[in-house]
């Protein structure tokens, strides 16, 4: 996972709630093993229709969302979609929670805020998700407070997943190891 400080880009939007991982990701692209190649795939029925809302911001790293994004099935392809597509920021009022947690586990940052309806006429334009400050900030010094725990913005500032946090304590694991004997000879179960 990469570090995560900011990001600064054009912004699509989704005049939608309620979008579901089904509708983020079809459940037909699910087969695949590696986490990326999604991208090509997000949206897919909806990418169909000419009038889309997202054909019109080509190259957008922010999405802003109505309610409760990422609602649903427990897929972890639909964050991986949304990076995968270059995506880095989902400003949304609220977000499925097992949507969210993927999220963060991948450093795709889901920004929660009720002033998302309002920075929907900023599509197409450039906006600043700045984690550090905990804001985005839009043209005209419009400044949008975010709050996020700890623990979730120090992993995407550092860029930090669950095996990166493991790592960290690679060290004190080895001493652990190192000073105890297997409860089990896993030797003698590989020859019987």
């Not at 989704?14 to 579901?20: F, T």
């Not at 990701?25 to 090509?40: D, N």
């Not at 002033?115 to 900030?137: C, S």
């Amino acid at each position: 996972m990469r570090q995560l400080p900011s990001v600064t880009g054009s912004v699509a939007w989704l005049e939608r709630s309620d979008v579901d991982t089904d509708q983020i990701i079809p459940k037909q692209f699910l087969k695949r093993i590696e986490r990326t190649g999604y991208g090509e795939f997000l949206f897919f029925d909806w990418m169909k229709d000419p009038q889309f809302e997202l054909h019109r911001f080509p190259g957008a790293s922010v999405l802003i969302a109505g309610p409760n994004f990422g609602c649903g099935s427990s897929r972890e392809h639909a964050a991986w979609a949304l990076e995968d597509f270059g995506f880095r920021a989902v400003i949304a009022p609220s977000f499925g929670d097992i949507f969210r947690q993927n999220a963060l586990k991948i450093g795709l940052l889901p920004v929660a805020v009720e002033e998302a309806a309002e920075l929907m006429g900023y599509a197409g334009q450039q906006l600043t998700v700045d984690l550090e400050a905990q804001e985005v900030r839009a043209p005209g010094h419009v400044v949008v407070p975010f709050a996020l725990g700890d623990f979730e913005r120090q992993c995407i500032l550092e860029g930090l997943d669950e095996i990166g946090l493991t790592l960290r304590r690679e060290d004190a694991i080895g001493a652990y190891e190192a000073g105890r004997s297997a409860p089990v000879d896993t030797i003698a179960l590989a020859a019987g």
